[in-house]
């Protein structure tokens, strides 16, 4: 099945300090979607990207749907205690049809005090 | 708030138990799913669910049941359990099934099989 290689699995940084992330696959996907997960909670859509070569910001997130299609990169600029978290990728072959989300494995980023 | 409820939040359970997950989504959504969550894995779809009809089983064993009475509501029943069924259960809804319809997650529920 489809795999969503997703890295680094962890970072620690301190406050202020800028974070990158990034997702590969073997396969094209069509839409890259990332995911943040607080302690107790279900994820929550970050960013949805649908065209290769995308670039969208939100806040101080921003994410890019690669070239290739087969990866994606997440950067938190200026990273606050409430950036903790799991930061998930997902990716779908299709944009309009049933096609269902693979998810990446996660990165854990904790900002050390 | 996400407007996905699910109760129970935590779940102790032996193996010869029946119980069942229920998820509640207040936000006209006619999609819904079932998700596992384990630790160190990607999260993995289990069921979906569009207008009520089942539309994805991803091969799941036969000791989880899916219920989906309205489009409001979805159940997870669960019997004969093994440790290794153990994870987190999340379920979403989206207003459809395409991939750029946002898929709302509730809270989940911490199952622990003994």
Known sequence: ?113 | ETGVTQTPRHLVMGMTNKKSLKCEQHLGHNAMYWYKQSAKKPLELMFVYNFKEQTENNSVPSRFSPECPNSSHLFLHLHTLQPEDSALYLCASSQGLAAYNEQFFGPGTRLTVL
């Open chain 1, 1 to 113: 099945g489809q795999q969503l290689n997703q890295s680094p699995q962890s970072m620690f940084i301190q406050e202020g300090e800028d974070v990158s992330m990034n997702c590969t696959s073997s396969s094209i996907f069509n839409t890259w979607l990332w995911y943040k997960q607080d302690p107790g909670e279900g994820p929550v859509l970050l960013i949805a990207l649908y065209k290769a070569g995308e670039l969208t910001s939100n806040g101080r997130l921003t994410a890019q749907f690669g070239i290739t299609r087969k990866d994606s990169f997440l950067n938190i600029s200026a990273s606050i205690p409430s950036d903790v978290g799991i930061y998930f990728c997902a990716g779908s072959r299709g944009n309009f049809g049933n096609e269902k989300l693979t998810f990446g494995t996660g990165t854990r980023l904790t900002i050390i005090p």
